[in-house]
């Protein structure tokens, strides 16, 4: 039997935005999504790249998600597909998601590979609440539009709330990084 392919994903985000979180809710597996999760597994920076086995388009692919803020690391992997994230409570980190991790790792250490799908995530959708500072869908759709990312999503990795949607969407997009065709969206930013 062939080896499944092998999509190598990066995210990319400030510290204490959500990824950590997300990744080890993935660890859980694919029955655990829609439920509240009150402890997660601790993730070490050792054990990346994180392996996700799924079976679809009857074959089976391995998603290696690869989690960095540490530019020295990032730099040096050649991703076949990046998910930008911020976390929805924290404004600063959607900034910094357009200045410092879409300008620097996406426009300056990825351009000689344009045909790489980008992904933003709102994190920690479970901490929306009416107060000053937290990120509403459209502002973070509208980000993602600006940046001429393929695709926008958020979820709550704590509550389990979009967590399948999400996966779904990532899973998708990674498997056509496998295509002639590629993930990248046609005609702009695609929101789940």
Known sequence: MDEPPTISILLLGDSDCGKSTFLSKLSHGAGSMRQKTTSLLLLRDLDQPFVWDIRMYNRPYRFEF???????????????????????????SLVNLQYVWFKRAV??????????????LGLKRDLRKEEEGIIYPQEGL????????????ECSATTGELMN?????????????TTEAGGMSQGGCVAM
């Open 107 to 120: 426009e300056c250490y990825m351009r000689d590979r344009e045909n790489i799908p980008v992904m933003v």
């Open 66 to 92: 690869y989690d960095t803020a540490c530019p020295e690391n990032y730099t040096l992997l050649r991703p076949d597909f990046v998910i930008l994230c911020f976390g929805i409570d924290d404004r600063r």
């Open 165 to 177: 949607e999400v996966i779904e969407d990532i899973a998708r997009t990674a498997a056509k990084t």
């Open 142 to 153: 509208k980000v993602a539009q600006d940046l001429r990312c393929d695709r926008y999503a």
